[in-house]
């Protein structure tokens, strides 16, 4: 008993080794095993081998005596040797991290851990921060299938440190195992939802991987959580370009989500002015006041360019009806809230819109639903159109309470999803002027 008391006492040396480059994303720092008294009482409990006391106590006097960690290293391969039981697996791993550490050889340091995660005896809670520690060589090592496997492992043992989830989300991905990434992400975004505040990198790098996987849906969802909490013009890009791919929309649908990118400061790219061009005059140039408008806004972010034939003829087009359609404006009021039918009344508010006019825009809108459902001259309900239209007009003049109203009444599943979106950007618009920035104004 004496012998072995002497063995705990000199087993009660214990260095973490220093930790791999996934590390750093931790405040936790390595850790030492307490000497001296606080060690002692739990020697009587080990059961060590005799064999394995003969071989262990040189080496160890190696080390912690004569400090000659390279003789230490050189005499350990018979410490293993000696291994009979739990007992010496646990300290041989010890002595192999502690010497490795010194040496600077993580092959040591590797085959230690591997000792300790092998015995019975180490404690859970070690197991954990070693299981973690050689997924982390492993993915600094680039071999993400081991990454993922330990890294998992110390998860399902507890850890919850050193960004793990995310870790492990990105070892998935590296497999092109998108859809467990996303999940593991996903659960990375909640422990910093639990930690009190939301890690944007990681919502956005779930977006892109379920826009990865093809998941447009999905990205939009993470993109919307950003948006929600933001008022940022990247983030309404990026929520409206996949919310835009998740859905099959018609062009009056795509018209007005396209409205609100463009709303929204987030217009990037020439495809989308194209989209929106497109949704403008899929009957001829039926808003020129807005094409123009959009295209010259386009042209002076350089997005576009004037030498794109296809937008400089559009534009040269919109621009020869923009004269005649100001001019005969005016006169399309009294005959549209005159028509007993409503969808002359939506027709007339829509080219109000398009020239800014949202007050006679509303009016128009309000006198079309005044009028009964809404019906085109192919008998298509237009009813969720109109109303739709006129909630946006109503955003447009400050009238938040309506708008949210008119949005609320909304059924079809497009035009639902999309409003969506429109009654958040409203919830900014609502916040005080230095907590949302303006947005560029809907035309």
Not at 11 to 30: I, M, T
Not at 245 to 267: C, F, I, K, V
Not at 360 to 374: F, H, I, M, Q, R
Request: glycine residues 6%.
């Amino acid at each position: 008993m004496k012998l072995v008391s002497k063995f705990a006492l000199a087993l009660s040396l214990v260095a973490v080794s220093a930790a791999p480059a996934a590390f750093a994303q931790s405040d936790e720092k390595p850790k030492k095993e307490k000497k001296g008294k606080e060690a002692a009482p739990a020697a009587p409990k080990k059961n060590y081998s005799k064999p394995f006391i003969a071989a262990y106590m040189p080496v160890a006097n190696l080390l912690n005596k004569t400090k000659d960690a390279v003789a230490a290293k050189a005499e350990f391969p018979k410490v293993v040797a000696a291994i009979a039981n739990d007992d010496d697996r646990y300290e041989a791993g010890i002595l192999a991290v502690n010497i490795g550490v010194l040496v600077k050889d993580p092959v040591l340091q590797d085959q230690g851990i591997d000792l300790l995660l092998a015995s019975a005896t180490t404690p859970v809670e070690m197991k954990q921060g070693y299981t973690f520690r050689k997924g982390a060589i492993a993915y600094d090592g680039k071999k993400f299938a081991d990454a993922e496997k330990y890294m998992v492992d110390a998860y399902n043992l507890g850890h919850r440190a050193n960004n793990i989830e995310f870790l492990i989300s990105n070892a998935m991905s590296q497999q092109n195992k998108d859809a467990d990434a996303v999940a593991w992400i996903g659960k990375a975004i909640a422990a910093s939802k639990a930690a009190g505040q939301v890690n944007k990198a990681y919502v956005v790098r779930a977006a892109n991987l379920s826009a990865k996987a093809k998941d447009y849906a999905g990205a939009a969802n993470f993109y919307k959580e950003l948006v929600m909490a933001e008022n940022n013009a990247d983030y309404w890009h990026d929520a409206i370009a996949f919310f835009n791919r998740s859905l099959n929309t018609n062009p009056e649908e795509s018209l007005d989500l396209m409205r609100l990118m463009r709303a929204t400061n987030g217009l990037r790219f020439q495809q989308e002015y194209a989209e929106y061009l497109d949704s403008l005059s899929y009957v001829g140039v039926r808003y020129p006041a807005e094409a123009v408008s959009v295209l010259d806004e386009g042209f002076a972010k350089g997005i576009i360019s004037r030498n794109n034939v296809t937008f400089s003829e559009r534009y040269n087009e919109a621009k020869g009806r923009l004269a005649e359609d100001t001019r005969t404006l005016a006169g399309t009021i009294a005959p549209a809230k005159a028509s007993p039918k409503g969808m002359l009344a939506t027709l007339t508010g829509d080219s109000f819109f398009s020239h800014k006019d949202y007050q006679t825009a509303k009016d128009l809108y309000e006198t079309a639903l005044s009028k009964g459902p809404v019906l085109d001259k192919d008998g298509g309900n237009q009813t969720d159109r109109t109303r739709f239209r006129l909630a946006m007009s109503k955003t447009m003049l400050g009238d938040y309470a309506g708008a949210k109203a008119d949005f609320a009444q909304i059924t079809g599943a497009n035009r639902k999803a999309i409003a969506e979106y429109w009654l958040m950007y409203i919830n900014h618009l609502e916040k005080p002027a230095a907590a949302a920035p303006a947005a560029a104004p809907v035309t």
